[in-house]
């Protein structure tokens, strides 16, 4: 079992007073611990537009992330696919690649802000079809020679090789989603596929049951199948689980409430109670032995094979107690669980 961490957001709440600036040397500061910590991965995530000033260029961060690394998985979870226009984004991701010699996997989803898709000037009706679409134009423009493929949403132009080629002529693509359509999706055209943190273990485990049936019967998994099964949760390590709760409360709340905002395009003022404790029933908090009991009941749930990324960024907390929590991770949970 792998465990990675993140998802940096550079998000500024209104009681922080830092520069913009020092939010991304924050972000290349946890970034060397995660690796330095022995963890296995490090993830941005991408909105546009926020007041707060959410991460929106996730290529350009990465590329800092690969440059202060050597060993550390890095990637996005997610990018917005529907976002993009291809051939740039074969082309930066290739070259983020080359960067971290190997080491990019680039997380995609179909979005749901509606200002995004509005500035962007994308119909959002269209979002399933276009990252449908773009899975494998990305594959097309990174394979060797000519880019050769029928877009259903951009022009291809002929005679044209994109260049530079990733690693291996590769980058694995991994698809966010717990919808059924976006699970199978994933099943049938990516390398990977990412519960998102709303989902319970049952929920992730039978998607994940659905993932291998469609792989088999369109004749995609064999003996050495690599798909890889990426569960994403939120949580913190402390001394106790009292600790650990009050140290990622007020971030896990912040974010949540301007997810909510994001995935609705409307005002939230303060989540319900009742929002509230769900919130906190989903979370994984506590010591390192407590972390450590509940990663593995996702691991007996889902298998050896699966790569956790445990959400400990959450705006406003200190960055000493989030190197702590990343040391702790690395020191006292992971090597428990491999």
Excluded at 11 to 36: F, M, N, V, W
Excluded at 180 to 204: M, N, Q
Excluded at 300 to 317: E, K, N, Q, S
Aim: one cysteine or more; proline letters at 5%.
């Amino acid at each position: 079992m792998k465990l990675g961490t993140g998802l940096f957001t550079a998000q500024q709440r209104p009681d922080d007073d830092r520069e913009p600036s020092e939010l991304y040397d924050e972000i290349l500061t946890l970034t060397r611990e995660i690796e330095t910590a022995g963890l296995d991965s490090a993830w941005v995530s991408e909105h546009h537009f926020a007041e707060d000033g959410y991460l929106s260029a996730t290529m350009p961060t990465l590329g800092a992330m690969a440059a202060e690394t050597t060993d550390l998985e890095i990637g996005s979870c997610v990018a917005l696919g529907p976002l993009y226009e291809p051939i740039r984004l074969a082309e930066d991701a290739a070259t983020v690649d080359l960067l971290a010699d190997g080491r990019l996997t680039l997380g995609l989803a179909i979005g749901s802000n509606p200002r995004e898709f509005d500035v962007f000037g994308v119909p959002r009706d269209e979002r399933a079809d276009r990252l449908e679409d773009l899975v494998p134009f990305l594959r097309a423009g990174w394979s060797a020679g000519d880019l050769e493929y029928e877009s259903s949403f951009h022009d291809v132009p002929t005679n044209v090789s994109i260049t530079p080629k990733p690693t291996d002529e590769s980058v694995p693509i991994m698809l966010g989603g717990g919808a059924k359509p976006a699970v199978r999706r994933a099943a049938r055209t990516a390398d990977g596929w990412c519960a998102p943190s709303s989902l319970s273990i049952e929920g992730v485990r039978k998607r994940v049951e659905d993932i291998r049936r469609v792989r088999e019967e369109e004749g995609l998994a064999d003996g050495n199948d690599d798909f890889t099964i990426y569960v994403l949760q939120h949580g913190w390590v402390g001394d106790s689980r009292e600790d650990a709760w009050e140290t990622m409360r007020d971030g896990y709340f912040y974010i949540q409430r301007r997810y909510a905002e994001i995935f609705s395009g409307e005002s939230v003022d303060e989540l319900e109670a009742d929002r509230k404790e769900e919130l906190k029933e989903q979370a994984i908090f506590g010591t390192s032995e407590q972390v450590r009991e509940e990663l593995e009941r996702y691991r007996d749930a889902l298998g050896d094979d699966i790569h956790f990324i445990f959400r400990t960024y959450h705006p406003g907390v200190g960055t000493d107690e989030m190197i702590d929590c990343i040391h702790r991770l690395g020191d006292e949970v992971a090597p428990r669980l491999r």
